[in-house]
């Protein structure tokens, strides 16, 4: 049986869940400690910054 060339859809599944594996690998294996220390300009802290204070005022 031959390679089939994949149809546009399932490239795109195919590189978008790559993708996704991906950013999970990178966000769930940081650790405490001085050197996984988020940069404090980084857009992820001032992110976090404002979603903590809405949770803050929502309450």
Not at 18 to 40: T, Y
Not at 44 to 58: P, R
């Amino acid at each position: 049986m031959g390679v089939t060339r994949l149809k546009r859809k399932d490239r795109r599944n195919k590189t978008v869940s790559r993708v996704e594996v991906q950013f999970l690998k990178l966000g769930r294996n940081i650790e405490l400690g001085s050197r996984s220390k988020m940069p404090k300009h980084s857009q992820i802290v001032k992110n976090d910054e404002i979603l903590n204070q809405l949770a803050a005022e929502a309450k």
